[in-house]
């Protein structure tokens, strides 16, 4: 039972990941002008092989040297991956303007919203001009049940960390960036989108 339990969650992880590949899929495409990409914090290589078999030339970045040594076993001879390198998001070893695009998937919304400014504002700076984000927000059908059970007395033990189009507007502009266009995972039913940001002084 247990291991088919097991199963049963690692196909809905798949499924998870598999329309947010599509979402990123879309934010690449639409940007256009992408090259090189940094997969910050790349973890276990989720997204980082998925980029470099797109044809991106792909650097992976987290600060767990664990996670980086699993993906570099997971990818291990990938073309276009070029290695890995361990960073405090808040202070990337990296160059003004050094890569196209820092992309950042399941790791700013475990954040405080002062922090997360910062780093934005730091991925910003080492990138030529675009951002892949994502957020959790407020407008779905995932947030109103929450607030309705909240409201209800219902114990849960699920914290409400979601933010509004405006708030995520103004949050992103603190750190230098603007939305160029939300990609919903999927539309009022999933509460997470993934945003494509530009620099608005680009590099």
Partial sequence: DNLALRGVALAERQRRNAR????????????????????LPCGTGRFTGHLARAGYEVIGSDIAMEMMQVAARQLAATPRL????????????????????????RF?????????????????R??????????RHKHSYRYMRLRLRRALG?????????VSRAEM?????AAGVRVAKVFPIA?????????????????
Avoid: N
Wanted: charged fraction near 25%.
């Fill in 20 to 39: 947010k590949w599509k979402m990123i899929e879309r934010a690449l495409t639409h940007a256009g002008t992408i090259r090189t990409v940094l997969d």
């Fill in 82 to 105: 070029h290695g890995y390198v361990r960073a405090d998001a808040e202070r990337l070893p990296l160059a003004d303007g050094a890569i196209d695009c820092v992309m950042s998937i």
């Fill in 108 to 124: 700013l919304l475990h954040i405080d919203p002062a922090t997360r400014v910062a780093i934005i504002r730091e991925m910003a």
């Fill in 126 to 135: 080492v990138s030529t001009r675009w951002l892949i984000l994502d957020y």
């Fill in 154 to 162: 219902v114990p849960s033990a699920r914290k409400l960390p979601q």
């Fill in 169 to 173: 507007t103004s949050e992103l502009a």
């Fill in 187 to 203: 539309p009022f039913f999933s509460d997470k989108w993934v945003v494509l940001c530009e620099k608005t002084v680009p590099a």
